[in-house]
């Protein structure tokens, strides 16, 4: 009888990541609309400078994307030394825990939080626990509850996917505050910015104030270079030099590298991104809702709409009936929402096509 290799404790029990689909089979033309890209694409300074690398793919790239962090650190007034980059920011997630948690440890993240953290805590052979949320949004004090002295690392996406919300910046504080100093608390701020509230901070501020707090970021959504897969995280020298130590040396590749610095100097581009977020969103809340529909209120560059549990208007429905239409919107059962769809702000063109579409699956007029 073979025994075959086991894998650690921990990584059998992940349930694979699955991203929103990409395609309907015998539709012309795709809308999709389940990943949350921008509509716009990336700056064009952006698509030059990757191209320019073309002639140097010989090359290594830079180990440590040191002229990348220069460029974040101009953009963002920081320490470059106090910023890592990576190959998204799943990459950065998956890299604090591991260097953060061991077999028996415990990582704290809310009902609908990022797929990535169980994945990235489970992999390490530490325990996902959950905290309940409150209105779809996460809940300082559940979170606080559920700490115990075997909790290392707390995740909180802020804003969170797939639900749009956010926690204002006194109730991160606060969370910070009551966590015990050795926990470390990542604030995935992967939407931060879209987000037009005046009580919102991404966490810069907190980094810069305490000893156990980290901020990922990344280049996927408003800059447009999901494809590239590029992210940075900004966090306390120590923190970095731990992460720093089990980061692969050439972690980000050199087309990254260069197109991620046009982005973010791009500040134009940027605006003009978020400015048809800002209108389109709006509009996407109260068209949809004029339907009949729930629609948690969204911050980001998506919206997730609630479909009633009725034989023949659940969002698997309504998800097939968008589908033949080519309009791909994203499931979240994985989610632990298995009557929702998640759908990203996108042109002018696919935002009125889907109202329509919405329209017709709930028997509706839409006034578009």
């Known amino acids: 009888m073979s025994v075959l290799p086991q894998p650690r404790p921990g990584v059998l029990a992940i349930e694979p990541y699955v991203p929103g689909k990409s395609s309907a089979p015998g539709v012309a033309k795709i809308y999709k609309l389940s990943s949350n890209e921008t509509p716009l694409g990336p700056s064009p300074n952006a698509i030059a400078a990757y191209r320019a690398v073309a002639d140097h793919l010989q090359d290594y790239p830079e180990g440590s994307a040191k002229d990348l962090r220069e460029a974040i650190g101009r953009a963002f007034g920081l320490d470059p030394d106090r910023i890592v980059c990576g190959a998204g920011s799943d990459d950065l997630l998956n890299l604090l825990a591991r260097a953060y948690l061991a077999d028996g440890d415990e990582a704290i993240h809310t009902t609908h939080g990022f797929l990535v953290y169980p994945i990235a805590t489970l992999g390490t052979g530490a325990k996902s626990v959950v905290a309940p949320e409150k209105n779809f949004t996460a809940d300082v004090d559940a979170i606080l509850k559920a700490v115990t002295a075997k909790t290392k690392v707390v995740f909180l996406a802020n804003p969170n996917n797939p639900t749009g919300t956010y926690l204002p910046f006194d109730e991160v504080k606060r969370l910070q505050k009551g966590l015990p100093q050795h926990v470390l608390l990542v604030l995935d701020a992967a939407y931060a910015e879209y987000v037009r509230r005046n009580d919102y901070e991404a966490g810069i501020e907190l980094v810069a104030t305490s000893d156990n707090v980290v901020m990922t970021r990344t280049f996927s959504k408003i800059y447009g270079l999901a494809a590239l897969r590029l992210g940075w995280m900004y966090g306390p020298a120590h923190v970095v030099d731990s992460v720093n130590r089990v980061r692969g040396p050439f972690n980000v590749n050199s087309a990254a590298m260069m197109a991620g610095i046009a982005a973010i100097a791009d500040s134009k581009h940027q605006e003009r991104a978020r400015e048809h977020n800002t209108r389109w969103l709006a509009w996407l809340l109260d068209e949809i809702a004029k339907l009949g529909l729930k629609v948690t209120p969204s911050v980001a560059n998506f919206v997730l709409i609630h479909f009633p549990d009725a034989k ?16 791909i919107l994203r499931y979240v059962s994985a989610y632990k929402l298995p009557n929702a769809l998640r759908l990203t702000v ?18 509706e007029k839409a006034s578009i």
């Open 312 to 327: 023949g208007r659940t969002a698997k429905d309504a998800d097939a009936f968008l589908t033949k239409r080519g309009l």
């Open 346 to 363: 996108g042109s002018e063109e696919a935002n009125r096509l889907v109202v329509a579409a919405l329209a017709e699956f709930m028997g």
